[in-house]
């Protein structure tokens, strides 16, 4: 008797709508959002239910499974995958706040919570909660979000900041999409589709319950491995398998255009020069290196927190170390690529163009900062581990 066969993974569902997101990916960028189909068979796909825990209706993957689901967006669409990526991370926080809660924002099919950082904000202690005052910005995927998240310092009815018990004063408060004003603030070299301007809101009132620590693990309520990782480690796998992927597609389309290609005035093809051939051989090596080392070590890490139950500090180091480095060789290779293409990079219509400018966006994002190689060094030199990003 055969076994039942078992559920599609995440990347299997993502080649039923491969098709729809790469051919989508350019009317997504000209409307500055996920166009309405792209929306749809993401949710179809159960995809921005991917980090959310299973008590509340998600599928819990592990860090392997999460950065290849990434990857594997990111080939087809850089956009669509950054949107997946913060809608997720932000549903892993799910497992510090009441069950009650959790499911009343993630109950529906089509739920979905997103946050960005503050430009200002506030958020005032008064009775029964907190009322909320501010404007906050690149918030990814927030155009598809049901719920919102307002990272704000908390201030007594004086105005004086209160601190909490992890030291820091600021909450992230959750309010439904319905509560903020949205800000029309996100024209932008790349990743145009995430639509990640801004929102404001003036005087919402946010009952108690309804917030979380952004260093949220003391609070956790769930067990699972999953729920042992801060949310930084998340976002860093997450957003280094999107510098991946747009690299491998990149680096793909110029394999296959250096078969056909003879540049203008060249006496030999792009695949029979030897200066081309190089950059390739290195371009490849260098992908292949940079996605190994952060894939081997996501897949490490969780069967040593499965095992155990504890994220230790030289893992927390590891996952950044290997994010951060894998952007930077991803925008490498994709520099690489443009390069080896010549003009026909730099058409609209082309397989470069766009994603060069994704790239380069994404490698300005938090988690693209170099600066936190330096930390993994100094860690590794003996010096106390920073974990602004880590």
């Known amino acids: 008797m ?42 179809a796909q159960r995809l921005f239910r991917l980090l959310l825990p299973a008590a509340y209706g ?26 997946v990526g913060q809608i997720n991370g932000c549903a892993a926080a799910s497992a510090a706040l009441e069950p009650a809660i959790a499911h009343e924002i993630w109950g529906g099919a089509r739920s979905a919570l997103s946050w960005g950082p503050p430009v200002a904000s506030r958020a005032e202690e008064v009775d029964g909660g ?6 906050w910005m690149m ?6 979000a049901t719920w919102i998240g307002l990272m704000a310092p908390v201030v007594d009815r004086s105005g004086a900041p209160v601190p909490l018990p992890t030291g820091v004063t600021t909450r992230i408060f959750l309010v439904p999409v319905e509560a903020v004003t949205f800000i029309d603030n996100w024209q ?26 952004r260093e949220h693990l003391a609070d956790v309520r769930l067990p699972g491995p999953l729920y042992k990782f801060p949310l930084n480690s998340l976002f860093a796998i997450g957003f280094s398998a ?10 793909d389309a110029v394999l296959a255009l250096a078969r056909e290609k003879t540049p203008r005035l060249a006496k030999t093809s792009l695949r029979d020069n030897h200066h081309v051939q190089f950059q390739i051989g290195e371009a490849e090596a260098r992908l292949r290196s940079a996605r190994g080392f952060v894939e081997s070590t996501a897949a490490g890490v969780w069967q040593e927190v499965a095992a155990s ?12 170390m290997a994010s951060t480095f894998a952007i930077h060789e991803a925008v490498a290779v994709a520099d690489a690529a443009w390069q080896i293409a010549g003009a026909s990079a730099i058409f609209n ?34 010096l106390p581990p920073n974990f602004a990003f880590a």
């Not at 907190?130 to 404007?135: A, F, K, S």
């Open 309 to 320: 139950g504890q994220l230790t500090v030289p893992r927390r180091i590891d996952i950044r």
């Open 349 to 382: 219509s082309g397989a470069f163009e766009r994603r060069l400018r994704d790239i380069r966006t994404l490698m300005q994002q938090a988690q693209g900062r170099k600066s936190h190689l330096q930390d993994a060094g100094a860690y590794l030199l003996g």
């Open 242 to 251: 999107v510098a991946l992927g747009i690299a491998r597609s990149m680096l």
């Open 130 to 135: 907190h009322r909320l005052t501010g404007e």
């Open 58 to 83: 998600g599928e819990e993957v592990d860090l392997a499974t999460w950065f290849r689901a990434m990857e594997a967006l990111a080939k087809l669409d850089a956009s669509a995958a950054w949107c």
């Open 188 to 213: 932008v070299v790349g990743l145009r589709a995430t639509n990640s301007g801004g929102f404001k809101v003036d005087g919402r009132f946010v009952p108690d319950g309804y917030s979380l620590a």
């Open 139 to 144: 918030s990814s995927g927030s155009r598809h």
């Open 2 to 43: 055969k076994d039942a066969q078992a559920p599609a993974g995440p990347v299997e569902r993502i080649g039923r709508i491969a098709g729809l997101i790469e051919g989508a990916a350019a009317a997504s960028e000209a409307a500055g959002q996920l166009t309405a189909e792209v929306v749809d068979a993401l949710h």
